[in-house]
């Protein structure tokens, strides 16, 4: 039993119910569905709320696949099925005709496993919707199948230990510098000063990641375009046909002039320290990524960056943090050599050199 790959246990053992709403895109995807999955089609919403009335715990759909409606009820339906306990953990797919002006970030609120717009590639869309369902649905399967062969990083005592005295020592010391911090940027620009983001740290987990604002409230929404023309990892990966999975844009014209000082003395990370305090993150560590950039690192070769803990500052902080010459490949190198090849003395060395580092040469 030891020898089956993934894919045989996938095969073999588990076929996917999936409930696919909509008529749009079925002539597309409908068959090539049907070779892989058990697949229920609904031809609207209706049909789908009526199917899932009638669905018991053994015949609940594991994956919803959904045209998006001009009304966006499918929106409702999202919600629904996620508050329901026979469906809260299911992969949801939505597909839209065109794009639309916060539709994609109105799906990622929602908490959708994945979103794609016609014209999309179906073949991706398949390797992205199997990959889902090996490692959100069948995976404490697999790991009685396989036993140790899927690795979890378990923090030291030791570390986490260190990890709560230092950051309680941080904040009481620093406290004075929170509240000037708060009010300037309060002073110069409406919405929050803890700026709130998704990330996915230590085994993909996904918690809120906090940071003094340091941009306009609408820079989540303008980050697309600008990714397309000033994203610094995109010189240096210019050859590789892969997609970018980290994003840091040159003079950033998002950022504020508060935010200009705290992001250039790596003020704003500082209520990070209270994800430590949580056990989000450790004061050493990968950093924690966005969703966007975290999808794209799903590969067996850069998965491993996910089995080290989360951390404020790393090997990357004091070896080329804004450098302009740093590569996209160069980055997840040195994640990758970090959760290999942690230790506490290793922490302590970046702990030292992190200081120096803080003040950065380049606005990114």
Not at 58 to 68: A, G, L, N, Q, Y
Not at 118 to 127: A, C, K, Q, R, V
């Amino acid at each position: 039993m030891n020898d089956l790959s993934t894919e045989t246990v996938f095969r073999r053992s588990f076929v996917p119910n999936v409930a696919y709403s909509g008529q749009f895109f079925y002539d597309q995807l409908g068959e090539v569905l049907s070779e892989d999955f058990d697949v229920d089609h609904l031809s609207s919403l209706h049909e789908l709320k009526q199917h899932l009335a009638e669905c018991s715990i053994i015949t609940s759909p594991e994956v919803f696949i959904m045209e998006v409606d001009q009304e966006k009820e499918v929106f409702q339906l999202v919600k629904d099925i996620r508050a329901n306990p026979l469906t809260a953990g299911a992969i949801i797919i939505l597909l839209a005709e065109r794009q639309k002006e916060g539709l994609k970030s109105k799906a990622l609120k929602e908490k959708v496993s994945d979103f794609y717009i016609y014209p999309f590639d179906i073949d991706e869309l398949l390797e992205r919707l199997k990959f889902l369902i090996k490692f959100k649905l069948i995976k404490p399967d697999i790991k009685k199948l396989i036993p140790n062969t899927v690795q979890e990083y378990r923090m030291p005592l030791g570390k986490r230990l260190f990890d709560i005295c230092f950051a309680s020592l941080a904040i009481l010391f620093l406290s004075p510098l929170f509240l000037i911090i708060a009010l300037w940027i309060k002073i110069e620009s409406r919405g929050p000063i803890i700026y709130r983001s998704k990330r996915a740290g230590t085994g993909y987990k996904i918690f809120d990641f906090y940071k003094f604002r340091s941009m306009v409230v609408d820079a989540d929404q303008k980050l697309k375009e600008l990714s397309k023309v000033a994203n610094q990892y995109a010189e240096s990966s210019a050859t590789s046909k892969e997609p970018l999975a980290f994003v840091k844009i040159k003079n950033d014209p998002r950022v504020t002039r508060v935010g200009a000082f705290i992001r250039n003395t790596s003020i704003d990370e500082l209520p990070q320290l209270f994800n430590v305090l949580k056990g989000d993150m450790s004061i050493v560590g990968n950093r924690p990524l966005p969703l966007y950039e975290a999808e794209l690192l799903t590969s067996n070769l850069w998965s491993m960056r996910f089995l080290g803990p989360a951390g404020i500052t790393g090997l990357w902080q004091i070896s080329k943090r804004g450098k302009s010459e740093m590569s996209d490949e160069e980055r997840k190198g040195l994640d990758n050599f970090y959760a290999k090849n942690s230790s506490f003395l290793m922490d302590l060395k970046i702990i030292l050199k992190t200081f120096p580092a803080l003040l950065q040469k380049e606005k990114v």
